[in-house]
């Protein structure tokens, strides 16, 4: 099973504002992810890649899936 997160969930893994999160997709500096009714979902792929370009550590590990 694949998680999915909401921006509010990636925003506290990651300990950032939302906006910092948003501005990296408005900016063009990240591709937008995909939106169901409205609403960006990010998968534990954006989450690390968003973590990356903010040069911040996700706070929770278990985000990712045990293979």
Known sequence: M???YLLGDV???L???PYRIVYLFSSG???EP???GGRRVFF???VDM???KLS???NNMNHKENV
Do not use: D, K, N, Y
């Open 34 to 36: 995909p939106r169901f």
């Open 15 to 17: 300990g950032v504002e």
């Open 44 to 46: 534990s792929e954006h």
């Open 56 to 58: 911040v550590e996700v």
């Open 50 to 52: 968003i973590a990356q």
């Open 2 to 4: 694949t998680h999915m």
């Open 11 to 13: 925003s506290r893994l």
């Open 29 to 31: 500096q990240l591709p």
